[in-house]
Nanobody, 125 residues
Framework: VQLQASGGGLVQAGGSLRLSCAAS????????MGWFRQAPGKEREFVAG????????GYADSVKGRFRISRDNAKNTMLLQMNSLKPEDTAVYYC???????????????????WGQGTLVTVSS
């Protein structure tokens, strides 16, 4: 499956953005999906994940209560609604998917095999 992320941009602190991830080349059945980000000079980190059914989600502590992940398997898409953005949220955001990968494994650090290109989110203070 191929993934394409979009929706990044420049926003002021306190603002909102919605990232989208579109999948092609197959269905997302049995794929857990997630968003990761990488800030300049830092390692890539887990942001949010969602089980293949969409029934279970997980978030990094730094974004809990501000970000919301969702997916629509019928449309092969995944969204990340980001509210109350902070300058420290500035990063390149990547969507990823792993067939047979559990959400718990993703949260624990196991990386999905399929990745989209990144989309840059810049939050100004």
């Amino acid at each position: 499956v191929q993934l394409q992320a979009s929706g990044g941009g420049l926003v002021q602190a306190g603002g909102s953005l919605r990232l989208s991830c579109a999948a092609s080349g197959g269905t997302l059945t049995r794929y857990s999906m997630g968003w990761f980000r990488q800030a300049p000079g830092k390692e890539r980190e887990f942001v949010a994940g969602i089980s293949w059914s969409g029934g279970t989600t997980g978030y990094a502590d730094s974004v809990k209560g501000r970000f919301r992940i969702s997916r629509d398997n019928a449309k092969n898409t995944m969204l990340l609604q980001m509210n109350s953005l902070k300058p420290e949220d500035t990063a390149v955001y990547y969507c990823a998917a792993g067939r047979g990968l559990t959400l718990a494994s993703m949260v624990d650090g196991r990386l999905p095999k399929s990745w989209g290109q990144g989309t840059l989110v810049t939050v100004s203070s």
